[in-house]
């Protein structure tokens, strides 16, 4: 059991997090394309823009809810381990919940926000929300990175490399 957790833990990370990342990191670049924004885009472009947008909104909402999996099989495994009083893992829990946050209260409504602004005519999503968008999205990332370091380094453990 205690290779099963943690490996349904890393997993639920490449599988959750990986597609998130991209698609979060994607959306500002896309939505710049878009009609209404600094005056570039629309036509052609413009509806490929919006498909596309639409398209990473979805996979960060769909594969956001998936990241659940993650904590559920982080703490799964921090409990078979006996870890869950650990500060490298309180760090981490806490570091995932912010990043959570920030994703849920942040970065899904503001996405969702410039696809209604793209959608409606002679409104768009203005000069910065892809700039917004994409700071939030750069911290969010960061979030991950920190903890996935904090998982492999373990600072302070006893419990092996
Ligand atoms: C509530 C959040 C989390 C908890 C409770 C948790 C818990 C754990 C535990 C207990 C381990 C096993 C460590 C060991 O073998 O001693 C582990 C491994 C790992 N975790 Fe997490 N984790 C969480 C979130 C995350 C997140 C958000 C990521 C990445 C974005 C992540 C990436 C990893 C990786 C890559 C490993 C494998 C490290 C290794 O075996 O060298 N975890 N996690």
């Given at each position: 059991m205690t290779k099963f957790?943690?490996?349904?833990?890393?997993?639920?990370?490449?599988?959750?997090i990986g597609p998130v990342?991209?698609?979060?990191?994607?959306?500002?670049?896309?939505?710049?394309?878009?009609?209404?924004?600094?005056?570039?885009?629309?036509?052609e472009d413009g509806g490929e823009a919006l498909t596309t947008l639409r398209m990473l909104h979805r996979i960060c909402r769909v594969y956001g809810a998936v990241g659940i999996a993650v904590p559920v099989?982080?703490?799964?495994?921090?409990?078979?381990?006996?870890?869950?009083?650990?500060?490298?893992?309180?760090?981490?829990?806490l570091l995932t919940a912010a990043a959570a946050g920030l994703l849920v209260l942040r970065i899904l409504p503001?996405?969702?926000?410039?696809?209604?602004?793209?959608?409606?005519?002679g409104a768009g999503?203005?000069?910065?929300?892809?700039?917004r968008l994409a700071m939030s999205t750069g911290v969010f990332n960061l979030l991950w990175a920190t903890v996935t370091v904090l998982m492999i380094i373990r600072p302070g453990s006893t419990t092996g490399a």
């Open positions: 957790f943690p490996s349904l833990h890393v997993l639920a990370v490449v599988l959750a990342t991209v698609a979060a990191s994607m959306f500002p670049r896309t939505l710049r394309t878009a009609p209404g924004d600094h005056g570039g885009g629309g036509g099989f982080g703490l799964a495994t921090g409990s078979s381990l006996g870890v869950l009083g650990s500060p490298w893992l309180i760090t981490s829990v503001a996405q969702g926000a410039a696809l209604t602004a793209v959608q409606t005519p999503p203005g000069p910065r929300a892809s700039a």
